[in-house]
């Protein structure tokens, strides 16, 4: 019905029918788009009531703090069904304890062991064109706009190399972002959970890693573990693509860390289709 009525009143703007329809259907892109994001957010956080813009916060802020500490999205999203808030105070501080300890491990190695990376111009204009078409954009595919600018400043040759100090001033930031988003995160679980009784927590619990887990896939095919089937491949040996075939028909399933930690060889690997 909106395609049929969008065409319709394009009829009426003759020459201007081209723009007057990429508007129309830009606008029901983003609508959709957004809606439907907002949704798979909604179960990848184990979330079951819908308090919109409350959420559509929580959801930015999460992103841009994985940002902030080049933290990997597949290990984290998994890490977070960890969380538990029911139990004693103690229970639950160890619990956020424990997650963020976790989290930080996903980036720490990469955090003191990196220089600036730079990117291509090219890929540069992308996030640039992204931007500019819509600033949420760039946090749905794991940049933010401070993350942006910082890309530009390099590639003009404006930013020097991290100190052993400013690495460690951004470490602590990280955990204090981490610690005031999780934190967060606890306390809309709760909210999320305010009209169960209280004999049904531990089920609650157990049903919502269940089902974060089912959303949320333990293995992603990464271009380090391509790029080592793939030597072996060349070698005559596939059993390693074999075991990579197995893995991506069921990749909710618990898996060796092996295949989620990036070794530092692999940080500026890419693998090509041509691959």
């Not at 160890?94 to 976790?102: D, F, I, T």
């Not at 996030?127 to 401070?146: A, D, F, M």
């Not at 089912?214 to 693509?241: C, W």
Request: glycine fraction near 4%.
């Amino acid at each position: 019905e909106t395609l049929a009525a969008a065409l319709k009143e394009a009829e009426i703007f003759g020459s201007e029918t081209e723009s007057f329809v990429e508007n129309v259907f830009g606008d029901v892109y983003t609508q959709v788009y957004n809606s439907t994001f907002h949704n798979k957010m909604l179960k990848k956080l184990g979330l079951t009531k819908d308090f919109g813009i409350q959420d559509k916060s929580l959801f930015l802020q999460l992103f841009d703090t994985m940002q902030t500490g080049s933290t990997d999205f597949t290990n984290v999203f998994r890490i977070l069904s960890e969380v538990s808030v029911f139990g004693t105070e103690e229970e639950k501080k160890a619990s956020l304890e424990s997650v963020a300890r976790k989290i930080e491990n996903q980036n720490l190695d990469a955090q003191l062991t990196s220089n600036v990376k730079k990117l291509p111009l090219s890929e540069i204009n992308k996030y640039i064109t992204l931007y500019n078409r819509n600033p949420e954009y760039l946090y749905r595919v794991g940049k933010s706009p401070e993350w942006l600018l910082e890309q530009i400043e390099i590639a003009k040759g404006n930013f020097p190399s991290k100190t052993a100090e400013e690495i460690e001033l951004e470490i602590q930031n990280r955990r204090k972002l981490w610690d005031e988003w999780l934190h967060a995160y606890a306390k809309r679980l709760v909210e999320d959970q305010q009209d169960k009784s209280k004999a049904d927590f531990h089920n609650l619990e157990r049903d919502r890693k269940i089902s974060m887990n089912s959303v949320n896939p333990s293995f992603v095919l990464r271009n380090f573990v391509l790029q080592n089937a793939i030597e072996e491949a060349e070698k005559g040996d596939y059993t390693e693509v074999q075991r990579l075939l197995r893995l991506v028909q069921d990749p909710y399933k618990d898996i060796e860390e092996k295949y989620n930690t990036c070794p530092s060889w692999a940080r500026d690997l890419c693998v090509t289709c041509s691959s």
